[in-house]
């Protein structure tokens, strides 16, 4: 397989208005992994593991491909993408992934959660502010 060109390498926050493509048009597709977009983020979730009975239902419903599966079995929250849309907190039946508020790094929200109130069976809902502050 061919290796992925980036079509739009050089182009970042800090362009000028002449250093991006006209209109801003995103030539190509499949770009995404070059931008890290998850910083767009208002909302963080976070995986509990020890609930998580690798069922998979939230994988298929993230519409940025952010839950990363791996010989059958999911992993931790690709943050470099997700978006916080918490569709998965919603589809999961065993309350293994609660959403916290910000962009949180996901090891202090986890071990928010863990040194905190337990957030399970909030339907994918912000339930608190500054978890991740
Ligand atoms: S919050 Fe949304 S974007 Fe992030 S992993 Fe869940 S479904 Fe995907
Ligand atoms: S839906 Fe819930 S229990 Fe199933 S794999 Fe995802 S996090 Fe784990």
């Known amino acids: 397989m061919s290796e992925k060109k980036n079509l739009m390498e050089g ?3 800090r362009s000028s208005w002449t250093g991006i493509t006209p ?13 890290n977009t998850g910083d767009w983020r208002t909302r963080t979730p976070v995986w509990k593991p020890d609930n998580c009975r690798q069922c998979l239902l939230c994988f298929p419903v993230c519409p940025d491909s952010s839950i990363p599966v791996s010989g059958g079995k ?7 993408h997700c978006k916080g849309c918490a569709i998965c907190a919603r589809v999961c039946p065993f309350g293994a992934i609660d959403v916290v508020d910000g962009i949180a790094d996901a090891r202090e929200a986890q071990d928010g959660l863990n040194g905190r109130e337990a957030l399970s069976g909030q339907g994918g809902q912000p339930t608190r502010k500054g978890a991740a502050e």
């Open 11 to 13: 182009i970042g926050e």
């Open 23 to 35: 209109g801003g048009f995103v030539y190509g597709s499949g770009n995404s992994e070059f931008f």
């Open 74 to 80: 999911r992993g931790d929250f690709d943050f470099g």
